[in-house]
Nanobody, 124 residues
């Protein structure tokens, strides 16, 4: 497994921007599909964005498409989530996750390694 640690969360006003970072440790980071999930109070954990092994393929939830950008650096073993035009409904605990399998994995069970999460709060 790979160990993951998120950072960059905080409080931001609606319309603002925030960049989340995930630092990985362990072997074969490039062999993992990386994703960002979020979970808001009273809601199920959802996949926000996903990026393939080399970063050539990405997925975004409809709710964040056009506003969020996921990227990875396999040399540094990091994956970032750049968030802009933030909305109050983006408020959630954001998790970095690593998974293996099909390139289009989207469910929580497909990701075997998880960070502890970083809180993002967007005020109106």
């Amino acid at each position: 497994q790979v160990q993951l640690v998120e950072s960059g969360g905080g409080l931001v006003q609606a319309g603002g921007s925030l960049r989340l970072s995930c630092a990985a440790s362990g072997r074969s980071f490039s062999s993992y599909i990386m994703g960002w999930f979020r979970q808001a109070p009273g809601k199920e954990r959802e996949l926000v964005a996903r990026i393939s092994y080399t970063g050539t393929s990405t997925y975004y939830a409809d709710s964040v498409k056009g506003r969020f950008t996921i990227s990875r650096n396999n040399q540094k073993k990091t994956v970032d989530l750049q968030m802009s035009s933030l909305k109050p409904e983006d408020t959630a605990l954001y998790y970095c996750a690593a998974g293996q399998g099909s390139i289009d994995i989207r469910t929580e069970r497909d990701f075997g390694s998880w960070g502890q999460g970083t809180q993002v709060t967007v005020s109106s």
